[in-house]
């Protein structure tokens, strides 16, 4: 069993974006799929998808995303009648090489999600995203 405290520092290492989906308009199907695809993610381990750097040999994740749907995951083999309430964005700062290049990287992918799926950027807490959220999330990688 995990104890309380490793659940808060794991907590507090984690960086967490949300694209949400407009009411009544979830992400669907292929055109989640090429939106996905289109960031240069790949789909991997736990049936979600890693952008992994492209400089990297040892093919670890800078940031990881998943369903905002339970269980989180995706089944490409039914991906025709899959959809989702959003997609959640999500490193652990501790396990990238360049914490600030990786959230850059991360925030920019939100970004491209957000804009080709026509869905809107939250924080972990879903909150709305906005730069006081942003320098939250760049204080906690000192």
Request: a negative charge; glycine letters at 4%; one cysteine or more.
């Amino acid at each position: 069993m995990i104890s309380d405290t490793h659940d808060t520092s794991l907590m507090q290492d984690l960086i967490i974006i949300s694209v949400v989906a407009r009411p009544n308009q979830p992400f669907a199907s292929y055109d989640l799929l090429q939106a996905i695809s289109a960031t240069g993610m790949q789909f991997g381990a736990m049936n979600i998808f890693h952008y992994y750097s492209p400089a990297s040999m040892d093919k670890k994740p800078l940031f990881s995303l998943a369903s905002a749907t339970e269980p989180g995951e995706f089944d490409l083999n039914q991906m025709g009648n899959f959809s989702c309430s959003g997609l959640i964005l999500f490193m652990n700062i501790q396990q990238v090489p360049d914490k600030r290049k990786a959230f850059t990287l991360m925030l920019e992918t939100a970004e491209q999600l957000a804009e080709d799926l026509q869905g809107e950027l939250r924080s972990g807490t879903r909150n709305p995203w906005n730069e006081a959220i942003k320098q939250q999330y760049l204080d906690k990688m000192v």
